[in-house]
């Protein structure tokens, strides 16, 4: 045992090639590579990899409890394989053109190869003393980022681990910048289909449920904002400090937009910071259509954008903008102390150390593979990549409308659908609460089945199903077959005169 935790080279050779091949081979199975999937028989889609495997439950179980190594592991090689069956048997595969629940991450594998190498390297990315290429390269991308979705040159930030940091690191600067760190009687306000990580941003820092105001969204669920000017006008009256409004640029229910252009012209003129959640749908500002639908996106003062969603990265690919990022450095800026004071470097233009503008000090080189992927592919490859998400919504939502089974209930928007079930003509009568149970089950059959990950969400109080189909490698003809298997499905359990989760 000499302590240096190294191996053979010839040994880090074979695992290695070994570990590409399990990649590469998870990757084509889960269609990114030649592509492994049949179509047969017109519809029906034969996959090499099951979106999801029953017995991922024994395997987590057997896990948890295991001592401590204390020996070396006899074949390294024997444990990257068992690995890899962990994480191909393991788990749901978000990759795969059959999980169309939340927001898949559709990866690319330019950007596991810019993950490998930036692991393999080491690469520092927190200053540029020690990582000068790695901050022009982030610089770059963020750059790149910003021109993507058509805002003013202007913006910049930086990458974080994904949505729910980059909407805590805007949210920050905008409380920093408008009300100070104590924040006494800050106000926040946002709809109720913002995503979850807005409010806990807001506990974070601070701002207590007694100074967050969540306005229930109208019937397009977007926020009301004649509902937003009175009650900015009340609490205003009542003495607090409105401060800061965040609006949904897809929300991840439905995909909505709120109302961008007037929530602007609001916010200007009552001096309240605008943060725009572009988590999920912002990148549909690639395309003609979508930089339409996103109209006033370029009035927010921040943006967050989650490359690990619909610009097809490793997941941990977040981004954070902000119209004037020196605001970041106001936030997270720190003094330097002396053990790394020879890291400093004198600001040149527009160059920053990214310790300085979020709260991480040793950061993944999570650009370089945003950066790796927009060289190999091309921009027009992602903009098409988007564009292809959003015709799938519009050929799925079709297809569901010609299907007696079905009824959409919205979109599709930003590539989400959702629809109810339509109980067949000898159904016994259900009550809504039984009819939301059977939406539930129906989804649960699905998923134990391998056939696809889909999970339902509430749309007016009732729960529905829901498509996300920003998968590039979403084939039409699979995601009909899906909605073949869950009409197929529906028709078994509402025609059934069995109980939901019980017996007639
Ligand atoms: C609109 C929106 N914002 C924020 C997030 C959080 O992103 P992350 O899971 O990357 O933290 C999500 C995740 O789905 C989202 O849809």
Redesign the pocket.
Known sequence: MDGSLTLPADVVAELGRRVWELVSEHGDAAGQGAGKERATQGRAVERALPVASPGARGLAAGLRGEPLPEAAAGDPLALVDAVGRLLREGNAHPDHPDFLA??PSPGTVTGVLGAALAAGFAVPTGWRFTGAVSSAIESAAVRWLVELLGLSPRYSGLFV???????LTALTAARDALVGTEAPGATAYFSDQ??L??PRALHVLGIGRDRVRVLPADAQRRIPVADLVRRVARDRRDGLRPFLVVA?A???ATGDVDPLPELAAFCRDEGLWLHV?????APAALTARGRAALAGLDAADSV?V?P??WLFQP?GT?CVLLRDPARLGHAFGVALPGYLEAGATADGDGEVDYLQWGVEQTREFRALRLWMSLKVFGADAFRAAVERGMRTADDTAAYIRCRPEFEVVTGPSLAVVTFRGVPPADAPPRSPAEVDGLVEEVCRDLRAEGRAMVVPVGVGGRRVFRLCVINPRVERDGVRGVVDRIAELWTARAGSRERPGGTA
């Open positions: 939340f927001v681990s994904g949505g729910s940091t980059a909407n913002t995503h990580s807005v949904n897809g929300t991840t959640d572009g988590a999920f749908g967050s989650d690990h969603k997941a977040g």
